[in-house]
């Protein structure tokens, strides 16, 4: 797994971290002791934050060059963290909980249980999960119990993907949304403050693992087994291009300016394409 920060100018790969511009190795930073699966910059780019199959999470000092405090409360291998601001985040495991945890803290300031996939959204005061029970759900930092819990899938959701759009985003006139791709083929969009479903996406016979909005919000990428990838149109709902490859796609993702999307496929491959309406 790979991490880009652009302020700082380095890639950080596990446990080593890279300067751009030379390819010169900064540091090496080793306290887990299993495989890390996951790794998050926070967004003023001080700290680094690993998940582990040691069943931990580490917040690493960047400058310092060591580890700030490690986090031990799964009872599972650490599956993903996310970064709440700068000094909060969560994390999630095979345990399927859910921990919101703050650096300077020694016990999670709040738990969330039954997934172990989520995001938060643009402002850190949501955050949506979903697994293989064929839910997602939308919790509040505010409360102890889901906010909504979204059922409209007919197989396991894979993942899950905000908007972009709204509060705490450069696109406030828009309405956030919650995007949702699952086994049963289908991508959904979800209105985030009812919790009902918008629209239902249904294009590919295949498994959906990916879903991307564009920097703007008017347009959602999804890739799938089907080894193409879609790209639709939120205002007329409805696919307006689409790209076939040699292998499924497994993630993809939109630059800055929203003309290039990246993918990433089955067959050890790594795609740059074009967009442009």
Known sequence: MLVFIASHKFIWCTDFCYYLCSGELRSTLSKHKGPIFSLKWNKKGDYLLTGSCDKTAIVWDVKAEEWKQQFEFHAGPTFDVDWRNNVSFATSSTDNLIYVCKIGENRPIKTF?????????????????????????????????????????????????????????????????????????????????????????????????????????????????????????????????????????????????????????????????????
């Open 113 to 277: 249980a039954g997934h172990r996939v989520f995001k938060w959204d643009p402002t850190g005061s949501l955050l949506a999960s979903c697994s293989d029970d064929i839910t997602a759900k939308i919790w509040s930092i505010k409360q102890e119990r889901y906010v909504h819990d979204l059922k409209d899938h007919a197989k396991e959701i894979y993942t899950i993907r905000w908007s972009p759009t709204g509060p705490g985003t450069s696109n406030l006139n828009h309405q956030l949304l919650l995007a949702s791709a699952s086994f049963d083929s289908t991508v959904k969009l979800w209105d985030v403050e009812l919790g009902k479903l918008l629209y239902s996406l249904n294009g590919p016979r295949d498994p959906v693992y990916s879903v991307a909005f564009s920097p703007n919000g008017e347009y959602l990428a999804s890739g799938c087994l089907d080894k193409s990838m879609h790209i639709w149109s939120l205002k007329e709902n409805k696919i307006v291009k689409t790209y076939t490859s040699n292998g499924g796609i497994f993630e993809a993702c939109w630059n800055k300016e929203g003309d290039k999307i990246a993918a990433c496929f089955s067959n050890n491959t790594v795609c740059v394409l074009d967009f442009k309406m």
